[in-house]
């Protein structure tokens, strides 16, 4: 399971379109009117083996289950499931866990004065550029820093927002806190930064 805890940044509920490449667009704001257009937009899949295979196990258990309770008559084991039962964890796990795999992605945008980070489909986290002291792209090693990808806190190296690869941009904030945002270009997301207001 991914970590998604909170370190102090505010979260927001708020939430954009994703285009298929992940490239920025204006984002509807309702009522509070619209939301500015990102200087930087990324959206980045898992694409670690390790992330989709016992998504691909747990559901072929159980649509086999399934089929050969529900569709065959044929009840697994000396004591099988009942049929409502069979039937919850098919919706669940045979369909709602591999479409929960297919939507999740971290989205990073960054618009003037802010940065969001979002493992979508939770809410956002937003770290206002004034908070931040420095900012420098940097190598790191996802497993041996930080343990993984995902929403991550390593005992040294502070927490990190990855998805894939092993580039992104560290930010050093003003309190001392280190954090890692994962991206696969992270002198765009630096310069987006800069441009954004980070050391202004």
């Not at 399934?66 to 045979?94: M, S």
């Not at 930064?193 to 980070?198: E, F, I, K, S, V």
């Amino acid at each position: 399971m991914l970590p998604i805890d909170g370190v102090g940044e505010r979260q927001t509920g708020s939430e954009g379109g994703i285009d298929s490449d992940g490239s920025a667009r204006s984002l509807g704001g309702g009522d509070a009117g619209p939301s500015p257009v990102p200087l930087f937009r990324e959206a980045q899949r898992f694409r670690q083996w390790f992330f989709y295979v016992p998504v691909a196990i747990v559901t072929a258990v159980v649509w086999w289950q399934f089929i050969q309770q529900i569709g065959l008559g044929r009840p697994v084991g000396e004591e099988p499931l009942p049929d409502w039962l069979a039937w919850t964890l098919t919706i669940i796990f045979g369909l709602g866990f591999p479409a929960f795999a297919a939507l999740v992605r971290l989205i990073t945008e960054v618009t003037p004065g802010e940065l969001s980070i979002r493992l979508y489909p939770f809410r956002a986290t937003r770290i206002p550029l004034v908070e931040v002291g420095h900012a420098e792209c940097r190598e790191y090693s996802p497993m041996r820093e930080y343990g993984g990808w995902g929403i991550r806190v390593g005992r040294l190296s502070g927490r990190a927002y990855n998805a894939s690869g092993n580039q992104g941009v560290q930010l050093i904030m003003r309190d001392g806190r280190r954090i890692l945002v994962g991206s696969q270009r992270p002198e765009q997301l630096l310069a987006a930064l800069r441009a954004a207001g980070l050391g202004s």
